[in-house]
């Protein structure tokens, strides 16, 4: 069904080993569907002898995170909000530095767009989120190795 194997044989295996399957295909699936839907999925590889030879799905329903809506504030507030939260979850806490990617509009919509590909996997930001959009920002100088 997912063509990760030619019926016919023709074709090599795309996934020859069982960690690209799972690192590629499974993981990111299970991420993905954990982070965006009201499903929690988890997964085991069954063994036959020293190989595996079947993969059992867990489902059950999880609670949908509800994003909090706050009317009280203007559109422009609420933005304010919420990218200072992003800040602050990529770890980016120094005054200034804060203060001058809200106070510029280009800044906060590069920061928004940021967070877009980081939470779509657009972008891979392991180890240094923050440190990656300030350089993607201009706020910092890349380093050269």
């Excluded at 079947?54 to 009317?71: D, E, G, H, N, S």
Aim: glycine share 6%; aromatic share 6%.
């Amino acid at each position: 069904m997912l063509k990760l194997k030619d019926a016919k044989g023709k074709e090599p295996e795309q996934f020859q080993r069982i960690s690209d399957l799972k690192a590629k295909v499974l993981d990111i699936a299970v991420r993905q569907i954990n982070e965006n839907t009201e499903l929690k999925i988890g997964y085991t590889l069954l063994k036959q002898g020293r190989s595996f030879h079947a993969v059992r799905f867990y489902v059950t329903r999880q609670q949908p995170k509800q994003l909090p809506i706050p009317f009280e504030e203007s559109p422009e507030q609420a933005r304010v909000l919420m990218a200072r939260r992003h800040l602050e979850t990529l770890g980016i806490k120094d005054i200034q530095l804060v203060g001058r990617i809200l106070g510029d509009k280009q800044l906060l919509n590069e920061l928004f767009k940021f967070m877009y590909r980081l939470k779509t996997d657009k972008i891979k930001a392991d180890k240094n989120p923050g440190g990656l959009l300030l350089t993607v920002l201009g706020l910092k100088k890349a380093k050269m190795s």
